[in-house]
Structures are given as C-alpha cells and as structure tokens.
C-alpha cells in the first residue's frame, strides 16, 4: 500500500469548514483513499473513500487531484465534535474468489481541533 | 453504535499470563479484522479472517493467535504477556460487496489490556 503524508495538526473554528490534506504521491492505479477519524481513544470510523472522482456524503466531501497524487477531506461544517485524529490511507481494495483484501495501514494522522 | 461489540473493555493482568480478547461482528459481515493501538506503535493490523478462516496477517507476534468461529465471532488470544502488550486491541468487520471489495469496516470500542 501507499504512504500518505499528513500534517501532524491543524485548528478549525467551529462552523467552518475544515480542510485535511493528504499527500499520495506514490499511489497505483487500483488504489483506492479512504479516510478515517478516532475520537478520542474509540474505534476509528470510516468518513469516506474515493477512486478518482471527487465523492461526497453526508460526512464529507473528498476531493482527489487529477494525478491523484494528492486528496483533501472537506468537513463542511465543523463542530467540536469533529475534533478527533484524521487518517488518510490508501490501499488496494480488490474482491478475488471468495477472499476480500481489506487491511487499513494507519499512519499518524493529523489531529484536527475544533475551537468554539 | 457501529454494531460491532467487544469483550471485556478493560482487562488488567500480570505479565506471563494468557488472555482471551472476544468480537462479535456486525450481522452479515463475514471479515474480523484485529488491530492494536499502542503509544509508540500507533494503529497495527494483526490479522484478518474471513468467514471462518485467516486472510491476511500483519505485525501479529507468534505468541499472539485467533480465530473466527462458524457463528462468525472471533477471539484474540495473547499468552505470556509483557509489559510491552498493554494496548488498546481493536476489532472490526466488513463485508465484501462483490466486485470492488469492501467499503468499510466498522470499528468496535475496543478493548483495553494493561499488563502490570
């Protein structure tokens, strides 16, 4: 897989929108972004993954280069409940004969503060 | 709530000792996947399994073993514990979706050994 690289920190004020980057700049084709966050000390939590095309939920918006060298996780409208540790990770996500290849490679994350 | 539920959340024990971590899946989802989160070594895959047998394995340390039983619960069983093992031990599940693999896997809370 991958390696990304993150910011260690960042700060937001509450209300604003967030936004996380990630470098990728060794990513493969059939590597998918996925983002995770941890608040606090509970189980990481999915947010989002994409391909190539920019994607949106009702979490976020993940914006992915053109070279896909590089990503941005948009939080809209951070709350303070957003602050929490941002994983970015890449990894191949592939289906074969029964067996589903599914293995996160965690880095250090980026520590996002929401202020009031 | 990810649906994913472990026991126990605190564990407390001496070094040499044997313990036993259990995971229940979300229903439906046929992947365990077990992580550690320690201070210096941050988020670790250990090992995967997938409707009943091992898939993948990553830093998992030969006195550390698991399984995933027909009901799809899994169980990570740590023997002659150090004092390096005091960790949270995560747990999560996936299913696959056919082509394109999974999308996510969902955390459990984790559960929390301190080795004395």
């Known amino acids: 897989d991958a390696k990304t690289t993150q910011p260690t920190s960042m700060d937001c004020a509450e209300g604003r929108a967030a936004n996380l980057p990630c470098n990728h700049s060794t990513i493969s084709g059939n590597e998918y972004v996925y983002w995770y966050r941890q608040i606090h000390s509970q189980g990481p939590q999915y947010i989002i993954h994409?391909?190539?095309n920019n994607e949106t939920n009702e979490m976020a918006s993940l914006i992915i280069t053109e070279d896909r060298k590089s990503s941005t996780l948009i939080l809209p409208h951070a709350t303070l409940r957003d602050t929490a540790v941002y994983y970015c990770i890449v990894r191949v996500n592939f289906y074969a004969g029964g067996t589903s290849y599914g293995k996160l490679t965690f880095g250090q994350g980026t520590i996002l503060t929401v202020h009031p | 709530d990810s649906g994913v539920t472990q026991t126990p959340k605190h564990l407390i024990t001496a070094t040499g000792q044997r313990v036993t971590l259990r995971c229940s899946p979300r229903?439906?989802?046929?992947?365990v996947y077990w992580y550690q989160q320690s201070l210096d070594q941050g988020l670790q895959f250990l090992i995967q399994?997938?409707?009943?047998?091992?898939?993948a394995k990553g830093n998992i340390l030969e006195r550390f073993s698991a399984q995933q039983f027909p009901d799809l619960h899994s169980e990570l069983n740590l023997s002659s514990l150090e004092l390096g093992d005091s960790a949270l031990y995560f747990c999560?599940?996936?299913?696959?979706?056919?082509?394109?693999?999974?999308?996510?896997?969902?955390f459990g809370p984790g559960t929390r050994l301190t080795v004395l």
């Open positions: 999560a599940s996936s299913v696959a979706r056919g082509l394109g693999g999974e999308n996510e896997q969902f």
């Open positions: 229903s439906g989802d046929l992947s």
């Open positions: 399994y997938y409707n009943g047998e091992e898939r």
């Open positions: 994409g391909l190539k």
